[in-house]
Structures are given as structure tokens and as C-alpha cells.
């Protein structure tokens, strides 16, 4: 089979104006149709579909179940044509209690725990819609929003759902895009309608301007799923509030229980939301295992429906705070949740909102719903009271209807023109039935006729006068509120707020018991640390290949630093390196370290010494041993190098002079007084180069001499105390090396 093509059809593009135009339309429709939330429903199109294709299958509340993998199938077919499993993923997790503040979704089966476990397979579990989802979707039948065609054209979804629940911040929603992500933590329903209440009143111009203060003390932060103790301080909320980001400290809530004679243990009884509870056991058991958290005993998971995580401390004299501010920053049992409204607006543009912007949009939302709702059903009265007023016609003129229907072909027009009939009244004349030309029924249709001429009339008014439509939302709010609100056991707060402790935290290494160790790295790269602190002369042995390449003294509380050729200082805690048995483990992926680097220098981190950095262009400065430690694996850049030269010496600076040695064999020495003290930078010059850079350089005390090692086995050292001919300023390029010094380019 040959393919033809015509060259006319090839249209030359650049790569880069291809590229962009295809990412940005990719950008746009993972902002627009994936990751962000509309703010008006709260819902991602995913989600809005799934809650859709489940009404159209009649699973209210009221109803029984359907098996999920029919819902599913009935989504990716109509609506969503994309993979089966993000579909179901979606289902389950707005039916997990302990996920969404206010499941809009039944589910009968296993759903999966907070212990992270997964769902059963769809074809095992069941759904239906909870009252939540129903008064989200109240409306679709009477036109209150716009519907788009499917993706193949064969059905209509609607774009947003009418919401008489603000779904948005009650079940919060979380997402990342391309360029922009989302992060709206769930909030107590309650509180969020109090407060749509408070600002009804200032859109209905009934109430004058209320400050963000005012707006905070009805919603007063998130509601959690899963309970927890806020910790954040008021100030942080408001400002969080304000601009639509920052975020939440989230704890625990625990308590102590007393087991007589002075024991005692704590007890979990809520844990933060969104983090698994066997991953947060799990992390606890190392700590204790590890060594790291010495006045920590025991962990049990005690759980059966509710969360009991049982806490036994090291002795009774173990204070409880302590231990838990200790867990606390060391554990999820405290978080951060972040908030980011970065929402689709109406107009579906993103962008960040207040909290009383995400307010207003769901409020300006709700207004059109009223209005739309209120035109659709008067089309219905006056249409109905079209019909009706044509068969009050016929009932005062049945027998000269009757006449016409019987001798005229086509008594349509006739009837129309004989009484002033419309086109609809002939049409239902001509469509009654014989029973309904009874008395009563005349009696029954002037009746209804009245009463949806004051409904009309009511609708009329309604369209007209703002404050009543503001009526109507304000009802529903309330409505709303008596079924989910406070007073309920699904909307009761779960979530409550507290100040921070202020007990002094126990630093890390008092959580690591003291005992003496010996580091070992090897050439190739592999540390370790040996019990005890061995004598220079006990053997360790090394991988066939390899060699000793440092090794000290140190103890399981200290940090290790190491610097290596990129110019970054590391940090490595004593109590991680592993054990001695074995060759241990490479020092590289504990450090981030790329393999075309090499570690210089590894030593232990004493506060308040100084070491000196140089580079192989002989540049280097100063440092103090608090700027070198890491708080990340990524370690701490601290000599910049640049133009293809590499950091080549660390040593710590004991003495008052510095001897550099180039690789052309000439020494310097000058004070060490002339080195600038640096955080970070490329240092000044040492000693100067025609060809070549630095070798090596050491510091030292001037009066006692400048000492090296000399050749051989027997590891016999030189001094030399006359040192007149070397000295002279930074900068200077030196003389050659003294008679008898090695031929290798190094004091050691």
C-alpha cells in the first residue's frame, strides 16, 4: 500500500512557532478542562460529568445503587473520553468521608482508608448520589445553565451546575495545570453560608462595607474531614484570606491517658488531613528504631473505626508536651496546608481570588440561576395559561366545536378564525379528550388558571426587583444551612483552633543517644561508621580496588561536613551514616553529589572554627564552619567557580600563616590575616601563575614552622624553621620549594 501526498499540503513551520502553539494549546486545556475548579460549582469537568451521568441514571439519593463500573462506562462513553481509571478515582474519592468534607457521592462497598489503601475493583462497589450532589444539579430541567455539545456531538452536557451549595470552599479541591496549580482546603458549610448571609446583605445594599476582620470571624478557617487542631496565627489567617494564599499549620489532636503510679500514654485520637495514617506509623517506628527519638518507646495502631494511636514515652518522667512538640516537628503529625484560590472565574479565566471574591462570584452566580429559573418557569405558566384560556373557549362553545370538529376536513383554521383562537389553543382543543368535557373539569381549569395567574404575577415581580431575587437566594442559603449545617452531625465542626504551644522544643541530637563512632570513606566513595573509636593502627578493610580516603573520630550526635570540587558544603547527620558491617554505602547518593565531583574535605562540624576554601585558579578565602552546614541533600554552594576551575582544598585554619604551593613548585607564605572571612564568593588571590594553578596549601604557626611529610613508608616529617625567602605578600607568585622537599606537589 503506497500514500500519497501532495507537496501543496506541506506547509513549512518553524519548530519553535510549532512547539509553542501546540504546548500553549495543551497548557490551555489542562487549565481549562482538567486542573482548575470552576468557582461558581467548585467542580472540575471530570467531576461535574460523573455527578451528570449519575442523575441521568437515576441515582438520587432516594434510589437504590448502581454498580460503579456502569457509572463509569456511562461517563468515558457520553462524556469523558479518557482512561477508566482516573474516572473511577475520581468516583471514589468524592464518596471518602475522610477525603471530601461532604461526600456528594454514596458508596456502598470498599472505598478504600485513611491507612491508604486502595478501593475495590468498580465492578464490586455501588453509587449514588448524596443530597449535597441533588442540590447541586436542582435546575438543570429549567434552562438555569447553558449546555455545550459533547465531545462527539451525540448528547449536551451542561457547563456549570446551578449549586445552591458552595461547594467550592465546603469540599475545597485541589489541582496542578501548567504553569498555575490550585489548593482550596474544605471549610465548615455553616460558616461559609453565615457568611454569604453577612455579604447578601451588603450586595442588597441593606448593609454598609464589612472589613476582611469582620468576614473572618463567621469563617473562621478551613474544617477538616479528619478533625485536627489549626495552630495558625490570626494574623496569618486574615492575610491568607485577603489575598487568596498562604496556609494552615494542621496537628493532631491527642490527649494523655494515666495508667496509675505515675505511668502514663498518649493517645491520637485525629491526625491531620490527607496524610496516611500506616505511612505516619511507619515514620514513627524508624525514628524509635533509628535512635532519633530516645524518650520515645513504643508506637501501637490501636484503631478500629476511629483513629487510636497509642504513644508510649521512654520513662514517666518524660514530660507529654515535649514528646508531642518533638513528634510534631519531626512527624505529619503537624502539616501545612496550603491555600492558592486560583480559580476559573465566569468567564472562564483563571486567576486567584479572595476569600470574598470566591464569595461574591458564587453569590452573582446564584442570582443568574434565580433569574433563569424564574423566565423558564413563566414561558411554562403562560404557555400553560394559553392552553387553558382556549379550553374555556370550547367549554362555553362545546357544541359549536363539537359541530366544526365533525363536518370540517380540517377544522383547525376554522376553529382558529370562528373564536380568535391561537395556533397552541387549537392544537389542545383539538388534542382533549371526550372525559374532559365534563363540569368539573371546566371548574378544575378556571381554578388553575387563577392560581398560576398570581404565580405569573409573582414571577413578574420577582424579575423586576432586585431585593427579591436577593430573597430567594437568602432563602435557599437558609435551606441549605438547616439541612448541613451546624446543627447536624455531618455539618457540626470537626476542625478546631488553638495557639501553639510555646514548651521549648528538645534539640535534635538531645533525641540521639551519645555514643562514640568511627568515620571511614574510601577512596571510591563508600562511608561508614564503625562502634568505638578505633586506634590509627586497627585495620579496616575496603572493596577490592579501593583505599582509605578519610578517617576521624566523631560521635552518633554530630553533623559531618563535607566539600567536594563543585565548591557546596554537605551535611550529613553521624546517627544516618550506615553501620559497619559491610563496605557501607556511597557518600554520593546521600549527597546529591553528581559523579564527576570529588568530596575534599570530610570532617566533623565544630561551632565556631574556621576553614579555608581555595580553588585550582589559586583563589580562596575564609569561612566560618556555621556557613558550611546544608539543610538540604543539595547541599550549600560556598565557593562559586567559574571558567573551568574546580574548588581543590579545605582545610580547617589553625595558626597565623598560610603556605600555598603551585603546581610550578613555588611556595608562598603570608599571614593568614590577609584572607577576607566569606559566606560565599570566589575569594581573592592567593598566589599568582604563568602556567599551572595551586597544588596545595596549608596554615600554620610561623614560629613552630612549616612542616611536611616526607617520602617513603616510615611517614618521617621535615620542618623547616628559616622561612624568610618564601614570605611576602597575597598575590605574590613565590620561589621554588626548599631544598629536599618532595617531588609530589603536596605537604601531606
Known amino acids: ?32 478542562s482538567r486542573s482548575l475548579p470552576d468557582v461558581r460549582d467548585g467542580l472540575k469537568p471530570v467531576h461535574r460529568r460523573l455527578l451528570y451521568a449519575m442523575r441521568l441514571l437515576k441515582l438520587s439519593p432516594g434510589a437504590g445503587f448502581k454498580k460503579c463500573a456502569r457509572v463509569v462506562g456511562d461517563v468515558i462513553g457520553k462524556y469523558h473520553p479518557h482512561g477508566d481509571r482516573a474516572v473511577y478515582d475520581a468516583l471514589v474519592r468524592l464518596a471518602q468521608d475522610f477525603a471530601v468534607r461532604y461526600p456528594l457521592i454514596d458508596g456502598q462497598g470498599n472505598f478504600g482508608n485513611v491507612d491508604g489503601d486502595n478501593a475495590a475493583a468498580m465492578r464490586y462497589t455501588e453509587a449514588r448520589l448524596t443530597e449535597i450532589a441533588d442540590s447541586l444539579m436542582q435546575g438543570l430541567d429549567e434552562n438555569a445553565v447553558d449546555f455545550r455539545e459533547t465531545y462527539d456531538g451525540e448528547d449536551e452536557e451542561p457547563l456549570v451546575f446551578p449549586a445552591e451549595f458552595p461547594n467550592l470552599l465546603a469540599n475545597g479541591s485541589t489541582g496542578i495545570a501548567v504553569g498555575m496549580a490550585t489548593s482550596v482546603p474544605p471549610h465548615n458549610a455553616g460558616e461559609l453560608i453565615d457568611g454569604l448571609l453577612m455579604l447578601v446583605e451588603v450586595m442588597s445594599g441593606k448593609r454598609k462595607q464589612f472589613s476582611i476582620n469582620q468576614l ?10 479528619t478533625g485536627g487542631i489549626i ?19 494542621l496537628r493532631a489532636r491527642w490527649q494523655r491517658e494515666d495508667l496509675g503510679r505515675g505511668g502514663y500514654q498518649i493517645v491520637v485520637t485525629e491526625i491531620p488531613y490527607q496524610v496516611q495514617k500506616s505511612r505516619l506509623i511507619e515514620k514513627i517506628a524508624e525514628l524509635i528504631n533509628d535512635k532519633r527519638l530516645p524518650i520515645l518507646s513504643d508506637v501501637r495502631d490501636e484503631s478500629a473505626e476511629e483513629i487510636r494511636i497509642v504513644l508510649e514515652p521512654r520513662s514517666r518522667a518524660v514530660d507529654a508536651n515535649v514528646l508531642m512538640e518533638s513528634l510534631f516537628r519531626l512527624t505529619e503529625l503537624e502539616t501545612r496546608v496550603q491555600l492558592n484560590l486560583n480559580v476559573l472565574d465566569a468567564n472562564q479565566v483563571p486567576r486567584v481570588m479572595s476569600l470574598r471574591e470566591a464569595l461574591e462570584a458564587f453569590l452573582e452566580h446564584r442570582i443568574v440561576v434565580v433569574v433563569r429559573r424564574a423566565n423558564f418557569r413563566l414561558e411554562k405558566i403562560e404557555h400553560r395559561m394559553e392552553m387553558l384560556s382556549g ?8 357544541d359549536e ?19 380568535e383562537l391561537t395556533d397552541i389553543q387549537a392544537e389542545a382543543i383539538l388534542n382533549m379528550r371526550l372525559r374532559s368535557l365534563r363540569k368539573l373539569e371546566e371548574l378544575e381549569i378556571k381554578a388553575e388558571f387563577e ?4 404565580e405569573r404575577k409573582g414571577l413578574k415581580a420577582l424579575l423586576k426587583s432586585k431585593d427579591k431575587q436577593w430573597d430567594v437566594v437568602t432563602g435557599g442559603l437558609r435551606e441549605m444551612k438547616a439541612k448541613f449545617g451546624p446543627k447536624t452531625k455531618l455539618g457540626a465542626r470537626r476542625t478546631s483552633f488553638e495557639d501553639a504551644p510555646m514548651t521549648d522544643v528538645v534539640p535534635l541530637e538531645a533525641m540521639i543517644e551519645k555514643e562514640p563512632v568511627t568515620v571511614v570513606c574510601s577512596k571510591m566513595g563508600w562511608v561508614r561508621a564503625l562502634k568505638g573509636h578505633m586506634s590509627v593502627d586497627e585495620e579496616v578493610r575496603y572493596k577490592e580496588g579501593d583505599g582509605p580516603a ?4 566523631a560521635h552518633t550526635t554530630d553533623r559531618i561536613i563535607a566539600f567536594a570540587t563543585n565548591g557546596k558544603a554537605y551535611t550529613i547527620g553521624a546517627e544516618k551514616l550506615p553501620g559497619g558491617r559491610g563496605n557501607g554505602e556511597p557518600i554520593r547518593l546521600m549527597l546529591n553529589l553528581d559523579s564527576s565531583e570529588e568530596i575534599l574535605a570530610l570532617f566533623v562540624y565544630r561551632e565556631g572554627a574556621r576553614v579555608i576554601v581555595a580553588s585550582s585558579a589559586g583563589k580562596g578565602f575564609l569561612v566560618e564552619t556555621e556557613k558550611l552546614v546544608a539543610s538540604t541533600r543539595g547541599g550549600r554552594q560556598v565557593m562559586n567557580v567559574a571558567n573551568g576551575s574546580r574548588a581543590s582544598v579545605c582545610r580547617q585554619a589553625r595558626g597565623d600563616s598560610v603556605a600555598v604551593l603551585g603546581e610550578n613548585r613555588k611556595l608562598l607564605i603570608f599571614p593568614l590575616a590577609d584572607l577576607p572571612v566569606m559566606a560565599r564568593g570566589q575569594g581573592v588571590t592567593l598566589q599568582r601563575y604563568k602556567e599551572g594553578g595551586l597544588a596545595d596549601l596549608k596554615t600554620f604557626t610561623l614560629e613552630e614552622g612549616l612542616s611536611w611529610r616526607m617520602g617513603g613508608a616510615a611517614g618521617r616529617t621535615r620542618t623547616e624553621l628559616d622561612l624568610e625567602n618564601w614570605q611576602g605578600r597575597r598575590g605574590n607568585a613565590g620561589r621554588l620549594v626548599p631544598k629536599g622537599f618532595p617531588a609530589r606537589k603536596s605537604f601531606d
Do not use: C, W
Not at 216 to 225: M, T, Y
Not at 401 to 419: G, S
Not at 550 to 553: L, T
Open 1 to 32: 500500500m503506497s500514500i500519497h501526498t501532495k507537496s501543496d499540503q506541506i506547509q513549512p513551520t518553524p519548530f519553535g512557532e510549532a512547539l509553542s502553539e501546540r504546548y500553549l494549546s495543551y497548557a490551555l486545556s489542562t487549565i481549562m
Open 216 to 225: 473572618v470571624n463567621r469563617i473562621p478557617g478551613p474544617d477538616f474531614p
Open 231 to 249: 495552630v495558625e496565627p490570626r494574623d496569618s489567617i486574615l492575610q491568607a484570606y485577603e489575598t487568596g494564599r498562604g496556609g494552615f499549620r
Open 391 to 398: 379550553y374555556l373557549v370550547a367549554y362555553l362553545n362545546l
Open 401 to 419: 366545536v363539537i359541530r366544526i370538529i365533525r363536518e370540517r376536513d380540517k377544522p383547525k383554521p376554522v376553529l382558529m378564525k370562528r373564536f
Open 451 to 454: 392560581e398560576l395567574g398570581k
Open 550 to 553: 578519610f578517617r576521624f573520630h
